[in-house]
């Protein structure tokens, strides 16, 4: 036993903390917070297991009697999205896949360039610059919607032309690459700001190092930068995932019918006024729409609160 | 022929001007040590020596070329990092050989360049271990690794001792003094502590707001310091200042400490003064080191110019090795340097010796040595 264990060992130690009432209350108000914010999946989860008799005839909380997976099979390729579309929204599940993996990867990469040349290489001039890139963080999208449409018409001309030279447009004009191009541009202010926060604390003296190693701007960025960038790296994936894939404005905007993202879709098969409306397959849509980000945060998730406290200790 | 050679540089950052007109150049197999209190430019001019800082004018030299402009990579440096810069991603052999990475030499040749630095510095058990699982001398020995596997020109140290402890600094010093004498490396070292800079080198540069104030040997700074900065920052405790005059008494030139009493006490010229600049009724300083202020009896016996006198004892402090004494002198503090067993008590008179060999002047105006 060290002296030290003999000093603070013994009947003089008391167990520091809450009272009993303190912490009923405590524990109280956040089970309450819990169950408010659990409620409503809860409700969904169940209706989506009911038949749809059981749904309209009986209790919201009732356990389901009859259970049953058929909802969630028809909502994958049977409902009914739109008029005349009865394949169900796994089409436009897989258009969001396809819209959100490269808008996500490219506007963190880019963030990630930005930060570490707004940081490590800075030029005169470089705070006024982050600055204006801050305007994408805040700007209401709904401004932009308009000249964001002449724009992206105007790549669609530039995509048709170039089919007509090369034989390829280069993905210009598709809807898909459309949503790409607007999220990645209107995510960079985010992406931007988190790495430049992160990489503000990193030590300068790694890319002296490096650079008298002989490494290049890239070589740095690739082996010094990014190896130790993770934390900040799983916060901005997780925050770009969740931003690309519910977005439902510029979905709406810019992409209808078969390229529509899956906000889109929910919504189309929510709306649909022809029939009974089958609040069961529409819960079961519903939650397949919120899964990918769900999914995204409990595989991240612990990474995600360790990154925020990251970047925000100083920067 | 000198291995670095710094002429007429000159750092502006905007219209401030940190480093003003540095001249130095340095032998192959010196060891050139910067020292100065922070914020002296001494770490700004070992950034424009490897490059990282680029330099408003003038010119510095590393062997027969010009480097100016050259990228820090290919300036034939190495430099060790304050805080060690290891990347933190990588193992311990792999940071040795990111350089060589870089540089392209195949792997076989990187592995027993590796080898043979780690069986140097003795870390040859740590070489797959990430930085993260390194204790402060470990990471260091890796840091020197680093810079030494590359077989530089010229190796650049920043203040690569600040961030240990105490004894393993101490310990680390050494390491370094004995690396230096085993490699003949050239080594360029910062630091703002005047022991390291002491110990270390062959030559010492000091500057001050970013102007050289004296190169010179590690002897010829301590005991014939260019001024009273000089003179003050080198050494520990710090050198003892007293003010006087130059008078005539008895047919000959003494000098008159200024006091507070009505006899002033007085010495002679010390011999290391250059006495034919000094008039009667010149202001000057006299500089004494704590050791050259000793008692009666334990005074150097090879002594020239001995002055003793009685004096009482204001503070004691017991350092172990020796016995800090504080007295006062015309009214001025002194501290003296003593042997550890000296026989003083506080409020005592006791007889004191100046050993005058040891004793510089300084022109008051100027602060200049005389």
Redesign the interface.
């Known amino acids: 036993m060290s002296a030290v264990d003999l000093v603070t060992s013994g009947a003089g130690r008391r167990r520091i903390g809450p009272s009993l009432t303190t912490r009923i209350v405590i524990y109280g108000l956040l089970l309450l917070f819990a169950v408010i914010y659990l409620v409503p999946l809860a409700v969904m989860l169940l209706t989506s297991l009911k038949p749809l008799d059981e749904v309209t005839g009986g209790n919201m909380f009732a356990l389901p009697r009859h259970f049953t997976v058929e909802p969630w099979a028809r909502a994958w390729d049977e409902a009914r999205i739109g008029v005349s579309d009865t394949r169900g929204i796994s089409g436009y599940f897989f258009n969001s896949v396809k819209m959100v993996v490269p808008a996500v990867l490219i506007s963190t990469l880019l963030g990630a360039l930005n930060g570490y040349v707004l940081t490590k290489w800075t030029f005169p001039g470089h705070k006024l610059v982050f600055g204006m890139m801050l305007f994408a963080c805040f700007i209401p999208f709904q401004s932009v919607i308009i000249p964001m449409a002449v724009i992206l018409g105007m790549l669609g001309r530039l995509g048709t032309n170039l089919a007509d030279l090369t034989g390829w447009s280069f993905g210009l004009g598709n809807s898909t690459v459309n949503l790409v191009v607007v999220h990645v541009i209107y995510g960079l202010g985010f992406t931007t700001l988190f790495f430049r926060n992160y990489y503000a604390t990193f030590p300068s003296e790694l890319i002296k190092a490096a650079m008298m190693d002989g490494a290049s701007f890239f070589q740095i960025f690739r082996r010094i930068l990014l190896p130790n960038s993770t934390p900040i790296f799983i916060v901005t994936v997780i925050y770009q995932f969740t931003n690309i894939w519910n977005d439902f404005l510029f979905g709406s905007t810019f992409a209808a019918g078969d390229s529509a993202p899956m906000t889109v879709a929910l919504n189309n098969l929510v709306n649909t006024s022809t029939g009974v409306v089958e609040y069961n397959t529409n819960m079961a849509a519903a939650i397949i729409a919120a899964a990918p980000t769900l999914f995204v945060y409990v595989i991240a998730g612990r990474y995600f609160v360790r990154g925020l406290m990251a970047g925000a200790v100083k920067g | 022929m000198a291995t670095l050679e710094i002429s007429a540089l000159r750092k502006r950052f905007g219209t401030i001007e940190v480093l003003k007109d540095i001249d130095i150049a340095l032998e192959k197999g010196g060891f050139l040590v910067l020292v100065g209190p922070s914020g002296c430019g001494k770490s700004t001019l070992l950034n424009t020596i490897?490059g990282?800082e680029p330099i408003s004018s003038g010119e510095i030299r590393i062997g027969d070329q010009v480097v100016n402009h050259l990228?820090?990579?290919k300036r034939d440096?190495?430099?060790v990092?304050?805080?060690y810069?290891l990347?933190?991603?990588m193992s311990v052999a792999e940071n040795i050989g990111?350089?060589m990475e870089?540089?392209g030499v195949a792997k076989p040749d990187r592995e027993k360049a590796i080898a043979s630095v780690a069986k140097t510095l003795q870390i040859e058990h740590l070489l797959d271990r990430r930085p993260s699982q390194l204790s402060g001398g470990q990471r260091q020995r890796v840091a020197m690794g680093?810079a030494l596997v590359r077989r530089p020109s010229i190796f650049l140290f920043d203040e690569p001792l600040s961030n240990l402890d105490a004894k393993l600094r101490v310990d680390m010093r050494l390491e370094i003094k004995r690396l230096h004498q085993a490699t003949g490396a050239t080594i360029v070292y910062v630091t703002h502590d005047q022991m390291e800079a002491m110990t270390l080198a062959t030559k010492i540069a000091v500057l001050k707001n970013g102007e050289l104030q004296q190169v010179g040997s590690p002897d010829e700074v301590y005991n014939r310091p260019a001024n009273i900065f000089v003179a003050d920052f080198m050494g520990s405790p710090a050198m003892n200042f007293l003010r006087g005059a130059i008078t005539r008494t008895d047919g000959k030139r003494h000098i008159a400490l200024a006091s507070k009493d009505a006899l002033p006490m007085m010495i002679p010229i010390p011999a290391s003064a250059d006495a034919t600049r000094l008039n009667e009724g010149d202001q000057v300083i006299l500089g004494i080191r704590p050791e050259a202020v000793n008692d009666g009896e334990s005074v150097d016996r090879n002594a020239r110019s001995v002055v003793r006198f009685s004096a009482n004892v204001d503070i004691i402090e017991p350092a172990g090795s020796d016995t800090f004494v504080v007295l006062k002198i015309g009214g001025k503090e002194v501290t003296a340097r003593m042997r550890a067993d000296a026989d003083v008590r506080v409020g005592q008179s006791n007889t004191f010796a100046l050993n005058l060999d040891k004793a510089v002047l300084f022109d008051p105006t100027t602060t200049c040595r005389i």
């Open positions: 490897a990282l990228h820090p990579s440096i190495a430099m990092f304050q805080s810069a990347y933190p991603n990111f350089g870089m540089r680093r």
